[in-house]
């Protein structure tokens, strides 16, 4: 079938044949294993689709969500799917029922091949054999109307999603040569080479995972390890063991994890790379890894909407996210200096959202630079991150930057902090904040160990305490949710 990326593949499959691809804790695939493998499943997904799709009119190109944690099976339908000639939508397997059900309505998805019960109102209607194991199939009603869905570029070869922490995700289409751009770019400035095996545990469909871990992987001849669940210290340690890694890929909290293990972990300064992503390791947790496991860890910097942007080979926290990657240009504010509000120009953008027409294209520049909504400066060559443009609240004519006051908020006691602004019911602005934690924190003490850390006028003036606050599948906490918790506990006396 026509394509980037499946030609890109199928080359590499048969370059690398006899290497050892993809593993996890059921299935370990050879190049050529997952060959066979892909084509398996794209023999069988051909028949099946045309079947689902009468008697209504079958897609040229299928619309078709991996909805899945990471494994080899995962591996084998992307590459199964770009094989059949349909176009692969990687979603967040952690997303609600109603935004699945949200994703599928506004991109038009034909069809979700899935790991796990959808609760979607939609019965399965099969399997599809994917690296020796099954995953389901299922198709909405072959009635649907299809003739007012947005219709994909003809370059999109695969389609991500933004995070959602802000809203629902907005679906990001993705050339064969972007996505290829980015592989590239990422195993020439690392030194990815076939010898290289990645443990990595950030979910395929994320972009620390997808820019670093999949296609690039390949193209070096590395082996990519997916173990599946969540990775606590003890996962983590037993892999690190077992496979020896030479790169380990994943968010913030699988390091912290590992600093609540009393014992030393040696096999931790044996890795050439450790990726961390989502937001910037705390400058405190980098600086313990690294007294305490001789661990360096890059905190990866890419944006969802241009791919991987930077590198560190050297990674310590007055180096900041590293330094730009092949293909990525910087500007900062005007463009006349090195600091201000981020925008980026890349060989691996995005093109478009497909279900927020003009969103997209309303953040590019004239020549085609991206606001980020990121403050950052680039000094001594590498880029240091300053915070998001939004961050800033008017608050009675002061301005406040919210990172600031989350930051004390978690000095003073809380696990997870959201602080935004709401208006009382005389139209007055209102900074708030909800928060989790530990038992026993209260508003009250949280206010008054910020008063020791803040101006007064930067401290909530409402803090409401949550067992939880609901996240994304990356970890970042969702701002919606936390501003209708905080709404239901004040009984709505106030306006987000």
């Known amino acids: 079938m026509p394509g980037v990326l499946n030609q890109v593949l199928t080359d590499l499959l048969t370059q690398h044949a006899d290497r050892l691809a993809v593993a996890d804790t059921r299935r370990r695939l050879t190049y050529a294993e997952l060959d066979v493998a892909a084509e398996e499943f794209s023999t069988q997904f051909g028949p099946w689709w045309s079947e689902a799709a009468a008697p209504g009119p079958a897609a040229a190109r299928p619309r078709v969500v991996i909805l899945a944690a990471n494994s080899a099976s995962y591996v084998v339908a992307y590459v199964g799917l770009l094989r059949a000639g349909a176009l692969p939508f990687l979603l967040d397997p952690a997303l609600a029922p109603e935004e699945i059900r949200a994703v599928a309505a506004s991109c038009g998805i034909d069809a979700v091949v899935h790991d796990r019960p959808l609760h979607l109102g939609i019965e399965p209607s099969g399997s599809v054999t994917s690296g020796g194991y099954e995953l389901t199939r299922t198709a909405p009603d072959a009635q649907r109307p299809i003739a007012d869905r947005p219709e994909p570029l003809a370059s999109t070869e695969v389609c991500r999603f933004t995070s959602g922490s802000t809203g629902s995700p907005s679906c990001i289409e993705f050339s064969g040569t972007a996505v290829h751009n980015a592989a590239l770019s990422w195993r020439d400035a690392t030194g990815l080479g076939a010898d290289d095996r990645i443990l990595c545990f950030a979910g395929l469909f994320n972009g620390l995972a997808f820019n670093t871990s999949l296609l690039a992987a390949f193209l070096a001849g590395a082996a990519l390890w997916l173990p599946s669940g969540l990775p606590t210290s003890?996962?983590?340690?037993?892999?690190?063991?077992?496979?020896?890694?030479?790169?380990?890929?994943?968010?913030?909290?699988?390091?912290e994890s590992l600093l609540r293990r009393p014992e030393p972990v040696p096999e931790l300064a044996?890795?050439?790379?450790?990726?961390?992503?989502?937001?910037?390791?705390?400058?405190?947790?980098?600086?313990?890894?690294r007294t305490r496991h001789g661990l360096a860890v890059c905190n990866y910097y890419g944006v969802a909407e241009t791919g991987p942007l930077t590198f560190d080979p050297r990674p310590a926290p007055e180096h900041g996210q590293g330094r730009p990657l092949p293909g990525v240009e910087f500007l900062f504010g005007d463009g006349?200096?090195?600091?201000?509000?981020?925008?980026?120009?890349?060989t691996s953008m995005g093109s478009r959202y497909l279900n927020a027409p003009g969103a997209f294209e309303a953040r590019l520049d004239a020549d085609g630079f991206y606001a980020t909504h990121d403050l950052g400066s680039l000094r001594d060559g590498r880029l240091h991150l300053a915070g998001r443009a939004g961050s800033r609240l008017n608050i009675g004519g002061r301005k406040i930057d919210s990172v600031e006051v989350r930051r004390a908020l978690l000095a003073s006691g809380a696990a997870e902090a959201v602080v935004f602004a709401v208006e009382k019911r005389n139209g007055d602005p209102m900074l708030a904040a909800v928060v989790s934690g530990p038992d026993g924190l209260t508003e009250d003490g949280l206010r008054a160990r910020c008063l020791e850390r803040l101006a007064s006028h930067k401290v909530p003036e409402r803090v409401v305490v949550v067992p939880e606050i609901p996240t994304t599948g990356v970890g970042k906490p969702r701002m919606n949710a936390a501003r209708e918790l905080f709404l239901k506990a004040t009984d709505s006396a106030f306006t987000s």
């Open 336 to 346: 006349s200096g090195t600091s201000g509000d981020i925008r980026v120009r890349s």
């Open 234 to 255: 003890g996962q983590v340690i037993r892999f690190l063991r077992e496979i020896r890694p030479t790169r380990l890929t994943g968010f913030p909290a699988l390091y």
């Open 270 to 289: 044996e890795l050439k790379v450790a990726l961390s992503s989502a937001a910037p390791l705390k400058p405190a947790t980098a600086e313990e890894l």
